[in-house]
């Protein structure tokens, strides 16, 4: 029989093993704990849900790694790439690339009957992933682009809609500044909304042969090509991979392609990502250290509660390192006691904001109608463990003073 687990577990079961300060203080440390280990929950799960939002939402007008020319041009105006350069096959045997899709660009000027806008034509084929874009339509159809001729329908966004007093079905006039300045009719057959205002207020999505006609490319030349991940976490790994089979290649004609992630081209936003880790370890600190002076302010308040029979066990010949067990395991079941509690509060919140969304954030700012929740099992198991093990280290502390009692002294005054 193991003496420490014994004599801990009669204490935990008998009701009144406490006076009525450390019956209080053992239960503030219990909440303290919950409550610390809630609020660490739900931190965790609107970091991981609001970084998730976001990168989707870029992800979705820009891919996770592209592939263009590379050149010291920096406008929108940019030279053709020709399919034969990229190795396509090759590229699609690498373990994370889920597919890959040619696009181009265009800079033009929208014209409604009282409101003019500057927007990018962003040109996609019938191969183009359509999965983001049905998850934010928001009226209409996704555009048919699998037809032999050029399809005049675009899908704009609700924010340009709104801006150029548009509707679903109006015809759209899209002025090019180019030699000689051209223009296109375009069919307005679906609306979005991805509440991403930097990209809502000038992207238009339409059939890449209109940009290709307007450029005077071939069939075969495009602005570049979108790879789409099936593993974001593993960007960079991949990333260096496409880097090793297409970017270090020099054609006959002295160009080389260009690979960039999404973190390059858009790094003011995955830098802002970034920061919000930071919010969320600032949060975990303050709960463990939270949780951490309770539970030694509690464990504090059980010792001298307990006092006597300390004394009345070293008397009895127990070693100091087996009380200091005794408490352990007491202080043990109260840090999982807290830590279920505030499990179960934690993702009952979670679940409640997750398919309610009753907590709502201003979109123009955080570009969410609501506070994000994305749960991640391993990572609160990870949590878990952590705050059991950073607690135990804390509840040592106190259990210093054990072998400091003295028997005869305890004893004498009792």
């Not at 965790?44 to 870029?58: D, H, M, N, P, Q």
């Not at 084929?125 to 399809?151: C, H, M, R």
Request: with cysteine; proline share 3%.
């Amino acid at each position: 029989m193991n003496t420490e687990l014994f004599i801990a577990q009669r204490l935990v079961k008998e009701r009144n093993y406490q006076g009525l300060i450390a019956q209080r203080m053992s239960r503030i440390a219990a909440i303290s704990i919950a409550i610390s280990t809630a609020v660490m929950v739900i931190a965790l799960a609107i970091v991981t849900g609001f970084k998730k939002e976001i990168r989707e939402k870029v992800t979705g007008f820009t891919a996770p790694i592209q592939i263009n020319n590379l050149e010291a041009n920096a406008s929108l105006e940019i030279s053709p790439l020709n399919a034969k350069k990229v190795p396509i096959a090759e590229l699609l045997k690498v373990d994370n690339v889920k597919s890959i899709h040619p696009f181009t660009i265009k800079p033009g000027i929208i014209k409604s009957q009282t409101e003019i806008q500057g927007v990018i034509l962003k040109g996609v084929d019938k191969s183009f992933d359509w999965n983001f874009f049905k998850s934010n339509l928001v009226e209409g159809q996704i555009p048919n682009y699998n037809s032999a001729t050029t399809s005049n329908d675009v899908l704009i966004s609700k924010n340009l809609a709104s801006k150029l007093k548009m509707k679903l079905g109006d015809k759209i006039r899209t002025y090019f500044v180019q030699n000689p300045p051209r223009q296109r009719a375009f069919t307005i057959v679906g609306i979005y909304d991805t509440k991403f205002t930097e990209f809502d207020s000038k992207y238009v999505i339409s059939d890449l042969r209109h940009t290709q006609k307007l450029n005077g490319w071939s069939p075969n030349e495009y602005a570049g090509f979108d790879i789409l991940l099936k593993d974001f976490n593993k960007i960079d790994e991949t990333n260096n991979k496409i880097q090793e089979i297409a970017g270090y290649k020099l054609y006959s004609d002295g160009s080389r392609l260009r690979i960039q992630s999404i973190k390059e081209t858009m790094s003011n936003i995955f830098d802002w990502l970034n920061l919000q880790d930071m919010n969320a370890l600032v949060v975990l600190i303050l709960m463990l250290f939270v949780a951490g002076i309770n539970m030694i302010t509690g464990i504090l308040i059980l010792l001298l509660d307990r006092v006597k029979m300390i004394g009345v066990l070293k008397a009895l010949g127990m070693p100091a390192k087996a009380l200091r067990k005794v408490f352990v395991f007491l202080s043990a079941s109260i840090v999982l006691k807290g830590l279920l509690w505030g499990n179960i509060v934690g993702l009952l919140i979670c679940l409640i904001q997750k398919y309610t969304g009753i907590i709502k954030l201003e979109e123009s700012t955080y570009f969410l109608a609501s506070v994000p929740i994305s749960i991640d099992i391993l990572s609160i198991i990870v949590l878990n463990i952590a705050t059991f093990i950073l607690l135990g280290l804390f509840m040592l502390i106190p259990l210093v003073l054990i072998g400091r009692i003295s028997p005869a002294e305890i004893i004498r005054y009792e």
